[in-house]
């Protein structure tokens, strides 16, 4: 807490400093100069940074000093300190992204409430626009770093039975990069807002308001938190890993994320760099993407989808991950392909930064990338397909235990199949032509983030709840809350596929009255689907005080988190982990994953890079 | 276990693909199509809704006799048999998925492709630009401009001639099937041919929409569009031309110092009387939050200018001094918005 304190307090301090100074040297006062802005925001964040950690952490060694003897903080307050125990993080990120899913979520209520009838519902357009962009760029954030982060950090090392992340300071530095993020997107209301969407596209990125600079500073933040949490991922699965956990030993939660880091470090920072282009347009007037200026503004949809593209893959891989961990562990059975499917994510990660095009069919780009891009694109259906293979291999024959995270992980095959499916439709360039920037591509997405990952989202907080806090979570509460969510969110978005279809068109405040009928079904399901989540905020909160106590294994799985205390004591195993066979041993009359050997402690942290 | 676990799946398969394949063919969903286009590709989405139905069908039936044969409410006593893979399946599975994909890339994919990016031949150009929030249609062969609504004759291939004077927007008939975004600085292309009359009253899906989000009236930024037989073309476009070249009768007596006004994208006025050889002081007062300029033209196509204005987004009032101007019939329009509704003459008179 003083931490934080500290942090806010030396953040708020630097804004002062930096756009002071940036006044003087630059000789203009003007609250709402941009590049005076962009200045500011730097010495903040490095105020922010300093006071929340890094002083403590690094600087204090780089400068000679002695380091400094501060008791570590116990309880809850270690979820407000800079600390580096990777299930602390885990926990620090799923708590805020499940959060921030929970305000952009109600964001979106506030969206459908508008739209339920056409003309103007509770709202003006200014408003609308500014909150749709708002709830679009709080999901990518949830789906880029919720299953990524949060599990990310909390599961990786107990799978791998290692004893924390390889870079333990860069990871607790990747979580404490989020609150200016949110901050900065919080505040830039005040600022005007930024209504261009979760895409800016400029020019109007470069011509709206004041507030577009606030998202700018934010998404590069976040950006920056992507490619070291994917970086410290990367070397902990490759350098950490148990005596005995070869690569075809490993989890696929494990592999999915690390496919996912990969294309983590290799990419985000075009969207950064992108970004920052447009941050340089506005402030200081360079024309990238201006063609005034002999810039092109189709050059930004480039590079942006060079990103975003493969950002869905960051987003849905460690949500197959869940899925096809789920379904093995409650269908009693091995996860159907295991190296196919292992191949299948790495075929994913190399095809998917090679399509981005397809979001631009209509963007005026040479008529020569049409076919290349749509051919590339409906190629990457076969890896894709070899993911339903395994989830159907697996669950065939199965013995399928139906508790929460089956429930969640079977309606994800269902959604993300109708999304998958629906995917093709917008891949093909003469269906693409009309359907493109429709209310069908809102709901292609939404069935497979929201259906896909979300769906795997939830079915891994169930899953992993006993371990993560040592409850149990309501059972009934559980199951309701899948069936309630599932239902919901079918009937919110089947009628968008329709209404895009009829011909309306998305991002919009209003719409023509033909659309209102498919417009007020998806209204009242949302609100349907909204208030499921009430029932799980409850379940979550209720459990972690009055939930039975959770054994270490109540699911009888068989990945190494499973053999250590629910929640697993500091160092991770009582134990030192040695690893005989495949995590998916099932129906094996002598199948064993990994034990617990003797305690080596010279072994503990051994193999750590630093 | 039964010795065929795979007849009930099969059977459930043939059952849901047979029931799916009725309802996408039984049902019709698309909206009314009004160009040669549309045709091509509902056809297309058509096709990839039957090819869908098989392998959707597939997965459902899979999950529905998994679950049938293998929930358990509580704790399995033993595991399913250890089945980490089919050499079998696993190769049908990838025969079969790959022939799809290689399938849909060729129809609907290249071929629908060839369809509608093949050429951008056509019988008639018709020139098309957005601004913040309106489009402005132009016919350049005949001539004419127009800002209400789009008319378009039956049965001509058209080539859409797409730019924009701000952000990117949107060009989208949704009862074409057609759309192209409209980019500043340069001009993009895209074609339809309609092959049946109707209009936007009538017709939701037959209006010019802006599809790409280009700010504060994004929703709004919409023009009728209405497909006619040739004749009540060639009529129209004579009307509209007249239109454009009368002048108003109500022109405002001679004065130096001109007001003028612009609101809801459009001006105040249609006339303006000034003296020759003398410089004139103008008021331009906007009313709303749209950039306008006031800009003067000595000739009916807006070609020859004689005075551009500072373009600049109200509500802000400037004060500017033009000309002298010789005396004649010149015109006045914000460049932005070349619509009707933002133009007029500038009537230029030897002074009294």
Redesign the interface.
């Known amino acids: 807490m003083k931490r934080v304190a500290r942090g806010l307090g030396l953040g708020i301090a630097g804004w002062l400093i930096g756009l002071n100074l940036a006044a003087v040297i630059r000789g203009t006062q003007h609250v709402n100069d941009q590049a005076n802005i962009g200045i500011a925001y730097v010495f903040a964040l490095s105020g922010w940074l300093l006071g929340v950690g890094v002083w403590d952490a690094w600087v204090r060694g780089w400068l000679g000093l002695k380091p400094k003897a501060e008791e570590p903080d116990e309880g809850w307050r270690r979820y407000f300190s800079f600390c580096t125990d990777h299930k602390v993080i885990g926990i620090q990120y799923l708590v805020t992204f499940v959060i921030v899913f929970l305000i952009a979520g109600l964001l979106a209520m506030f969206m459908r409430w508008e739209l339920m009838s056409a003309g103007e519902t509770i709202m003006n357009k200014a408003t609308f626009n500014e909150i749709m962009s708002l709830h679009g760029i709080l999901m990518i954030s949830v789906a880029v770093a919720g299953v990524l982060g949060g599990f990310g950090n909390y599961l990786v090392p107990l799978q791998i039975g290692a004893d924390d992340m390889a870079f333990p300071r860069l990871n607790a530095l990747s979580y404490w990069l989020i609150p200016p993020v949110a901050i900065m997107l919080l505040l830039a209301p005040l600022a005007g807002g930024f209504d261009s969407g979760w895409t800016a596209y400029p020019p109007l990125s470069e011509t709206n308001d004041v507030g577009q600079v606030f998202f700018i500073l934010a998404i590069i933040t976040f950006g920056l938190s992507s490619i070291l949490g994917g970086l410290n991922l990367l070397t902990t699965v490759t350098t950490m890993r148990a005596k005995g956990m070869k690569w075809s030993r490993l989890p696929i939660f494990t592999w999915s994320v690390f496919s996912a880091s990969i294309l983590s470090v290799l990419i985000t920072q075009f969207f950064a760099a992108s970004l920052l282009m447009v941050f340089l347009g506005r402030a200081i007037g360079m024309g990238f993407f201006d063609a005034a200026k002999g810039g092109d503004p189709i050059l930004y949809q480039h590079l942006f989808w060079f990103y975003s593209h493969p950002a869905v893959y960051i987003m849905i891989l460690p949500g197959f991950g869940i899925l096809l961990e789920v379904l093995s562990h409650f269908s009693r059975k091995p996860l159907f392909a295991y190296k196919l499917t292992v191949g299948a994510f790495l075929a994913i990660v190399v095809l998917s930064v090679v399509v981005w095009a397809h979001h631009m069919f209509t963007s005026g780009m040479s008529n020569t990338l049409h076919g290349p891009f749509m051919i590339l694109t409906e190629a990457i259906s076969v890896p894709t397909g070899i993911i339903f293979l395994s989830a159907l291999g697996t669950i065939w024959r199965g013995k399928l235990w139906l508790k929460t995270p089956m429930l969640f992980a079977l309606a994800m095959v269902f959604n993300f199949l109708i999304g998958g499916i629906t995917g093709i439709f917008l891949a093909d360039v003469a269906t693409d032509m009309n359907l493109q920037d429709t209310y069908f591509v809102v709901a292609h997405f939404h069935y497979t983030i929201m259906g896909g990952e979300i769906f795997a989202f939830f079915a891994g907080i169930y899953y992993w709840y006993p371990k993560v806090t040592g409850r149990m979570y309501n059972e009934a509460m559980g199951k309701i809350h899948a069936i309630w969510m599932f239902i919901g969110f079918n009937a919110v978005f089947i009628p968008l596929f329709y209404v895009g279809v009829q011909g309306m068109n998305r991002r919009v405040a209003d719409y023509p009255l033909a659309y209102e009928r498919g417009n007020l079904v998806a209204s009242i399901s949302a609100f349907v689907l909204g208030c499921s989540f009430l029932l799980f905020t409850w379940n979550m909160i209720w459990s972690r005080f009055k939930g039975e106590k959770a054994p270490s294994n109540p699911w009888n799985a068989t990945t190494l988190e499973w053999m250590t205390e629910s929640p697993p004591p500091e160092h991770n195993f009582e134990g030192t982990p040695v690893v005989h066979d495949s995590p998916y041993v099932y129906g094996l009359e002598d199948g064993l994953h990994a034990e617990l050997g003797e305690q080596e402690p010279e072994l503990v942290g051994a193999g750590r890079p630093e | 276990?039964s010795k065929r676990?795979w007849l009930a799946p099969a059977i459930l398969w043939v059952v849901l693909t047979g029931l799916g394949l009725w309802l996408v063919t039984t049902f019709s969903?698309?909206?009314p199509r009004f160009a040669h286009?549309?045709n091509?590709?509902d056809d297309?989405?058509q096709l990839?809704l039957i090819l869908?139905v098989p392998?959707?069908a597939f997965?459902?039936a899979?999950?529905i006799s998994?679950?049938i044969?293998?929930?358990?409410?509580?704790?399995?006593s033993?595991?399913?048999?250890?089945?980490?893979?089919?050499q079998t399946?696993?190769g049908v599975?990838?025969v079969i998925?790959?022939s799809l994909?290689i399938l849909?890339?060729i129809n609907?994919?290249?071929v629908?492709?060839a369809?509608?990016?093949g050429s951008d031949e056509a019988d008639m150009v018709v020139e098309i630009s957005g601004a913040k929030w309106a489009w402005t249609v132009k016919y350049p062969e005949q001539g004419a401009i127009a800002s209400k609504e789009m008319v378009l004759p039956v049965h001509k291939r058209i080539r859409f001639e797409?730019t924009s004077k701000?952000?990117?927007h949107?060009f989208?008939i949704?009862?074409f099937?057609?759309?192209?975004?409209a980019?500043?600085?340069?001009t993009?292309v895209t074609t339809a041919t309609p092959d049946k009359t109707g209009s936007y009253e009538t017709e939701?899906?037959l209006?010019l929409?802006?599809?790409?989000?280009?700010?504060?009236?994004?929703?709004?930024m919409m023009m009728p569009v209405r497909v006619v037989e040739e004749a009540e073309f060639e009529s129209w476009i004579a009307k509209t031309r007249e239109e454009a070249s009368k002048l108003p009768e109500d022109c405002p007596t001679l004065s130096d110092n001109v007001k003028i006004s612009a609101f809801n994208i459009a001006f105040d006025t249609k006339c303006l009387v000034v003296p020759a050889g003398k410089p004139i002081k103008v008021t331009f007062d906007n009313k709303e939050a749209i950039p306008h300029n006031f800009s003067i033209y000595s000739d009916p196509e807006y070609e020859n200018s004689l005075s551009k204005g500072e373009i600049f987004s109200g509500p802000a009032e400037r004060s500017f001094t033009i000309g002298p101007f010789e005396a004649g019939d010149d015109r006045f329009q914000c460049d932005l918005h070349p619509i009707p509704a933002m133009r007029g003459f500038f009537v230029v008179r030897e002074g009294a």
Not at chain 2, 78 to 85: A, C, H, N, R
């Open positions: 276990m676990p969903f698309y909206p286009e549309a091509v590709s297309a989405f990839l869908a392998v959707f997965v459902i899979m999950m998994s679950l044969s293998g929930k358990t409410a509580s704790e399995p033993e595991d399913g048999p250890y089945l980490p893979g089919n399946a696993v599975w990838m998925t790959v994909t849909i890339i609907p994919g290249l629908g492709l369809h509608m990016r797409v701000d952000v990117i949107s989208w949704p009862g099937r057609i759309k192209i975004d980019v500043p600085g340069k993009t939701v899906g209006r929409q802006c599809a790409e989000l280009c700010g504060l009236n994004h929703a709004s």
